[in-house]
């Protein structure tokens, strides 16, 4: 703790005297006949000029003449220089130089050496600033050995001016700044730095303490501040104010630089001012400070802060700062609420929503009771008190012309109002005219970032309307900042009559720890930390999952349903690390047939062949101004039979593992209850891609962004076939076991399966009728001739290989018995001819 009365301990110039500068001794080297005195006596001059010394030196001797300023009691010596132009070159000074000192206690030339202070060394044409003596005394030292001097060198006015404006208070004893002001002595004064407007002294400590009656306030304005400016944290000279009595009081501020508008205020009746300068060799010629202080009750009264969670901002007169404590609220008042408020003041309120990896608030303000007055009924605008609401947060003061609503009269307009981001500030102004003032509400609510109608409650929740707005843009909180843990978000998508929802994931990058790399990152068994579901809405309330993601797999582009209402998507994320989430487009566009764009319904015939737009060309995006391109392909088989999918042929833009497949995507429900499965990348020739429905039908949905490039696209092969054990009626795959239609087998498709090429082995070789048949010319011998010749044609196959590349396809030849047992019967009823 540090009080006026323990500063002698820290006057570090009452133990140690010092030379400052190195050089000859000052002692020996006075010569009288140059050196001159001024001194301040009772009906004498109490200003006058000097100017340097003329002689000759040409051997070029060591000369050294001091002039000494002698001011009177209570007086102080002033020196003002008003030319300067020494030969020594800065910062050695070498030849010719010039030694100020304003803080020497003793009017003989032997005592400068010793001053506590120290002298300041100039020379080159810059001119020492203003000085003005610590004590009674000032003096300067002139050395050269140059040959000559003249008037030029050096010219100034000196003055002896009272001391009283230095006596600011009770001084401490053996401190020649430090004092204590009581209000009961003097309610109002000056506080002005030891030698101010001049230079102020080197390592130096002085203190002022304020005490003030109970109920009144320290007000402190500095008017003029101009210290040592060494870095934003006032490492060297420096004034520090505390709110108390010591230096371990609660601290106001810390001050160096040059200050503008500077005004402080105690909270209660005490102020202690501490002003330090450092010892440095450099010469800075800063003046230090002037200011007035004033002792008063009738400063703001605190307690309307304290009655709410608000915290007064130390060092002002009624500002204070709200802090959240995480989605709390309280309520705010104008100064002496409920009564009339104190004329011509202004105070500040900072709300401060929580802002961190985890949390992001804003602030909700909702007026309950208002009035200021104007001062005229019919006037539009607020031209005495007032009430600025900044919902950006504007701190700095040359930013309060920037505010977004200025309220005043009897009712506030709007009545509520929403920060734009974690910070709202209120700026209240009093005017001349006095009213109750104000009480309103504040709430702190999540602040989430993300476009959308919110929730009134504040929770996660947006809605999307189509009678509000066909199409824009959505995110994770906060995106692209990471999005906060142990969050619920929901989004929901609703279309009007005759439309569906179209979303297109740009950006996805969810937290997830047990990543399939080689195949993706779907479904609950992957993602189970963060994740983001996608639903089907429906007019009854019920929702269709259409599939969970996480990692880096983003979803593919996607529709509604065409007997849905919308779409909602559910972010998930736990208390555990958190990723930068996801961006996403969404539109309200026509619905499109249940087939899409292209697609078609595959019943009532045992297998068939799909394949994307353009196959084995590559597939296009969406017409211009449309968001997706959909195909959609329900295959229904009998009952009691199943769908055996196998993919030949996929080569669809986008990767399941490194991006998921956000331009392009094919989805296959092929499960009783279960969401999707989504397709994209490439497959390679070595891998089998089949898959089996779990009841009697299949739907396959390909959809291509806006953004996509196109791709060769895909080929795939169904067959229906059946578990009957004793396959009776069909034909049995030797190796997947299934039962397929009997009449599928030799048709040069693989309809056994992707391993399975059974229904193709052993075939014969067709050959259409007309190419063997008989001329009528050649009679019964010629058709035997001809029949015996087809007959040792006929031969059985080899089996064959698998078919051709699949980017070359060809349509299934039509179907016939085999070659030569249909010729042996034909050529039968030809004999019978």
């Known amino acids: 703790m540090l009080h006026p009365r323990h500063l002698g301990s820290l006057h570090r110039h009452h133990h140690t005297r010092r030379p400052i500068h190195e050089g000859p001794d000052l002692a020996h080297l006075v010569s009288n006949e140059c050196d001159r005195t001024f001194v301040s006596r009772a009906g004498g001059p109490q200003n006058g000029t000097f100017e340097s010394p003329t002689f000759l030196n040409p051997d070029g001797d060591s000369r050294q003449c001091v002039y000494i300023f002698l001011a009177g009691p209570s007086q102080r010596a002033e020196v003002v220089f008003t030319a300067f132009q020494l030969r020594g070159t800065p910062p050695e000074c070498n030849h010719e130089y010039l030694d100020v ?26 001119p020492p600033r203003r000085r003005i003596s610590l004590y009674r005394a000032l003096a300067l030292s002139f050395y050269t050995d140059k040959n000559y001097t003249t008037p030029e060198l050096f010219k100034g006015r000196y003055a002896f001016i009272n001391d009283s404006e230095y006596q600011i208070g009770t001084a401490a004893p053996h401190i020649p700044c430090s004092y204590t002001i009581q209000a009961s002595v003097r309610r109002t004064g000056n506080i002005l730095s030891p030698t101010y407007p001049g230079t102020y002294p080197k390592d130096l400590v002085c203190s002022y303490l304020f005490l003030g009656s109970p109920g009144q306030r320290v007000r402190l304005e500095f008017r003029d501040f101009d210290l040592f400016f060494g870095g934003p944290h006032c490492p060297f000279d ?34 202690f001012v501490m002003f330090e300068t450092l010892r440095r060799t450099a010469n800075s010629q800063n003046r230090g400070f002037k200011g007035i202080y004033e002792f008063s009750e009738s400063f703001v009264k605190l307690d309307f802060i304290s009655k709410n969670d608000g915290e007064h901002i130390r060092g002002s007169e009624c500002d204070q700062k709200i802090l959240s404590k995480k989605k709390s609220s309280g309520s705010v008042y104008s100064p002496n609420y409920p009564f009339p408020y104190i004329p011509k003041i202004v105070c500040r309120y900072f709300i401060y929503g929580m802002q961190d990896s985890q949390h992001l608030e804003r602030v909700r303000i909702e007026f309950q009771k208002f009035d200021i007055p104007k001062a005229h009924k019919d006037d539009t605008s607020c031209s005495d008190g007032y009430l600025k609401i900044y919902l950006k947060g504007q701190e700095a003061t040359d930013s309060y012309e920037k505010y977004d609503h200025e309220l005043c009269g009897e009712v506030s307009s709007p009545s509520q109002m929403v920060s734009d981001g974690p910070r709202l500030v209120m700026v209240f102004s009093s005017g001349e005219l006095q009213g109750r003032g104000f009480k309103a509400n504040y709430t702190f609510e999540t602040e989430y970032r993300i476009p959308g109608t919110a929730a009134p409650d504040g929770s996660c929740t947006f809605k999307y309307n189509s009678s509000s707005r066909k199409r824009g843009e959505f995110n994770s909180p906060r995106y692209p900042a990471n999005y906060p843990s142990s969050t619920n978000c929901t989004y929901e998508f609703h279309a009007t009559a005759n439309e569906q929802v179209s979303i297109v994931f740009d950006n996805f990058k969810v937290r997830a720890d047990s990543v399939n790399s080689s195949f993706g990152s779907y479904g609950p068994t992957i993602c189970t930390e963060d994740w983001l579901e996608i639903y089907n809405l429906y007019r009854d309330g019920t929702e269709k999952l259409i599939g969970r993601y996480c990692a880096m797999t983003a979803p593919g582009p996607l529709d509604s349903n065409r007997g849905a209402v919308g779409l909602k998507l559910l972010l998930h994320t736990n208390a555990e690390g958190v990723y930068s989430g996801f961006k996403a487009r969404y539109s309200f566009e026509v619905a499109k047939s249940i087939f899409g764009d292209c697609g078609s319904n595959e019943s009532s015939i045992d297998y068939g062949v799909i394949v994307s737009p353009n196959f084995p060309h590559k597939y296009e995006g969406p017409a211009r101004g449309a968001a997706s391109r959909t195909c959609n392909w329900y295959i229904n088989v009998q009952p009691e039979h199943r769908v055996l999918l196998n993919f030949e042929y996929f080569a669809v833009e986008g990767d399941p593992a490194s991006r998921g497949c956000p331009a392009a995507v094919v989805r296959l429900w092929y499960t009783v209850d279960g969401p999707p499965l989504e397709l994209c990348g490439e497959k390679q020739m070595n891998k089998k891609w089949q898959y089996i429905s779990e009841a009697n039908y299949v739907r396959i949905s390909f959809i291509s962004a806006d953004k996509s490039v196109g791709a060769e696209g895909f080929k795939a092969v169904w067959t229906e076939f059946s578990d009957d054990a004793q396959c009776e009626n069909g034909f049995r795959c030797a190796t997947s076991g299934f039962c397929i239609a009997k009449r599928l087998r030799c048709n040069r498709v693989a309809n056994c399966g992707a391993d399975d090429h059974s229904d193709e082995l052993n075939c014969i070789v067709e050959v259409a009728m007309e190419w063997f048949w008989p001329s009528a010319v050649g009679g019964a011998a010629g058709g035997a001739l001809v029949l015996a010749g087809i007959c040792l044609w006929c031969r059985r196959l080899r089996p064959r290989p698998r078919p051709r590349p699949l980017h070359r396809p060809r349509p299934p030849p039509p179907s016939s018995a085999h070659v030569c047992d249909e010729l042996g019967q034909r050529f039968a009823s030809v004999d019978s001819v």
Do not use: W
């Open 101 to 126: 000192y304003s803080e020497v206690q003793q009017p003989e030339a032997s005592e400068l050496i010793n001053s506590p202070f120290g002298g300041s060394r100039f020379c080159g044409p810059i």
């Open 238 to 271: 420096v004034v520090k104010v505390y709110d108390g009595t010591h230096n371990e009081s609660a601290p106001i501020g810390t001050y160096c630089g040059q200050q503008r508008n500077l005004v402080l205020y105690s909270s209660e009746e005490n102020m």
